[in-house]
């Protein structure tokens, strides 16, 4: 049997929001694809849905800041991995996924893990939801408790798709998308935690992007959107 880990997952952060909150902000979703004016508050907010590994004394997870500043990509930022280049908004999509499930408090302070993630944000910021993303990481007291249990985790991407809600939206009005180019994808895959004294542990993860792909441009991260995996 699998240990759990003895403090909160990365990418459970934020999973407590209330259902009423996630579904006003999802029957939002058709609204901005038909009226793209509306696109930033279709972008506000957003989880991925999941419940945190049990812990040995549960730890309250803090709200984050969503005035917390967007630190500038800097050299050094860790475990986490420059944004690829890619066009794709499914490939993106699975990529932008695993770094969210990914980090390594031992390697990488809370500052550098924000910063390397900044790096994959679309510099348009009419269309970046930086908050919607910080709302994954902890705060610096809960990092500093992970980092102390050297928790570290891998992300991997086991499949994209672009929900029904997304696919019917665009099917109605398929020039709605030509204004922001950005693209809700659903990313379903698994998590590999480990921390000291050989603890490990496995959680499946399913999370729900908005991604920017311009023409003849490289895909970014615009927000983590609501989950929608229909």
Known sequence: MQKRSPSLSLSSYGADWSANRRIAIVA???????AVATVVAWLSGGNNGQQAPDTAAPVPAPSTSSSEAAPKPAAGSGSVP???RIAEPVAYAKAAAQILW????????????????????TS???YADWASVVGQVPDPVLWSRM?????????????GHYPGAFKHALAEDPSAITKAYIYVVTVNGKQQIAWKKGGAGAEERAVTLAVQCR???????????????Q
Do not use: N
């Not at 980092?147 to 499949?159: S, V």
């Not at 023409?215 to 991260?221: A, E, I, W």
């Open 147 to 159: 980092a102390d249990q050297d928790q570290h985790a891998t992300g991997t991407a086991l499949e």
């Open 82 to 84: 420059h944004p690829p």
């Open 28 to 34: 939002s979703v058709v609204a901005v694809l038909l």
């Open 124 to 126: 348009e910021a009419k």
């Open 102 to 121: 990914s980090y390594d408090t031992r390697t990488t302070s809370r500052d550098h893990q924000l910063a390397g993630m900044r790096a994959w944000m």
């Open 215 to 229: 023409p003849s441009h490289d895909c970014s991260l615009a927000a983590i959107a609501p989950s929608v995996t």
